[in-house]
């Protein structure tokens, strides 16, 4: 078991300019979830997936942020027209069953910076 | 805003102590997970405590529940450098599908 797998871990942008990250869950794992997080905080909720649906996302996530999850499996969060606002760490979780009640497993994040 | 809040905010103790934070939350919870996070790196699942359970072990690690007072602890025991990290707390809230964070608690182990 591989665990979840995010890409790329560190992205340098210019500001306006667009950036996707890719999530890969843990095979079998039915649930995906995107958070933000910035230094000396705790990870904020952006979105969640149940398969391919989208089932919630946050005020967090403005028009300029779109996640999918085609086909149930990898997902991806791109971010159009970044902000410097939009500087801190990107993380995925995926878990399994068919309620929230089970154990969410975190990737290493992927740190974005807009300069 | 955050459902849960840690405490202290940051823990300094010698190898060997054990170090204590706490947790307290806000609304009715299916379950509350604890996480530890090195510096730039992701989480780590510690471990996962259900609404009806009072007490987990795992390890060195020792959690408790009170669902009463909407407070959780987390019990390190003899402390090693390696357990330096940020420890967070994060409640599944009933009817929800996620979790939420607090802000943490900056644990430093000094050898």
């Known amino acids: 078991d591989t665990g979840v797998s995010q890409d790329p871990r560190h992205k340098i942008t210019k500001r306006g300019q667009n950036v996707t990250f890719r999530c890969d869950p843990i095979?079998?794992?039915?649930?995906l979830y995107w958070y933000r997080q910035t230094l000396g905080q705790g990870p904020e909720f952006l979105t969640y997936?149940?398969?391919?649906?989208?089932?919630?996302k946050s005020r967090l996530l403005s028009d300029r942020f779109s996640a999918e999850r085609p086909k149930g499996s990898f997902s991806t969060l791109e971010i159009q027209r970044t902000e410097q606002g939009d500087s801190a760490m990107y993380l995925c979780?995926?878990?399994?069953?068919?309620?929230?009640?089970?154990?969410?497993?975190f990737g290493e994040g992927s740190w974005l910076t807009v300069v | 805003s955050q459902q849960g809040e840690e405490d202290p905010q940051a823990l300094s103790i010698q190898e060997g102590e054990n170090a204590t934070m706490n947790c307290s939350y806000k609304?009715?919870?299916?379950?509350l997970q604890w996480y530890r996070q090195n510096s730039g790196r992701g989480l780590v699942h510690l471990i996962l405590?259900?609404?009806?359970?009072r007490e987990k072990h795992s390890g060195r690690l020792r959690v408790t529940l009170d669902t009463s007072k909407k407070s959780s602890s987390l019990l390190i025991t003899a402390s090693r450098a390696a357990d330096t990290a940020s420890y967070f707390c994060?409640?599944?809230?009933?009817?929800?599908?996620?979790?939420?964070f607090g802000q943490g608690t900056r644990l430093t182990i000094n050898p």
């Open positions: 979780a995926s878990s399994f069953g068919p309620s929230s009640g089970n154990t969410i497993y």
């Open positions: 095979s079998e794992h039915n649930r």
């Open positions: 997936f149940q398969n391919e649906a989208q089932l919630e």
């Open positions: 609304t009715s919870i299916n379950n």
């Open positions: 405590i259900r609404s009806n359970e």
């Open positions: 994060a409640t599944n809230i009933q009817g929800a599908q996620k979790l939420v």
